[in-house]
């Protein structure tokens, strides 16, 4: 139960983020905000599923234990986390002095692996 209440916390604090960047910067936008929650919803849906998953395989007898929960829910948390500090660094420039270089080598990567 843990492990939904982490991601699940993860989600809000991205909520609560994304609110006051928009507040900060332009205010809320009913379109920007539709899509946020529908992205969500299908986080939410993705870590319930992968739970479902693990929790049927000891019915269905696969013969593998597939940790599928943990992984997806650390995934969402880490993309969480990004999208957190992207959005507390756009709001506190001093903040932003302090995360921007690793927000940057994020990017990049990602960049680099699309190659």
Known sequence: MGIYITVGVF???????GIIKALYNEGLNSTYLRKGLFHKLSEIIAVGGSGLLEYGINYINLGVDIPVLGVVSAY???MELVSIIENICEVNPGLAKLFKPYLEKLKNSDKEDDK
């Open 11 to 17: 989600i809000v604090f991205d909520i609560v983020t």
């Open 76 to 78: 969402i948390c880490g």
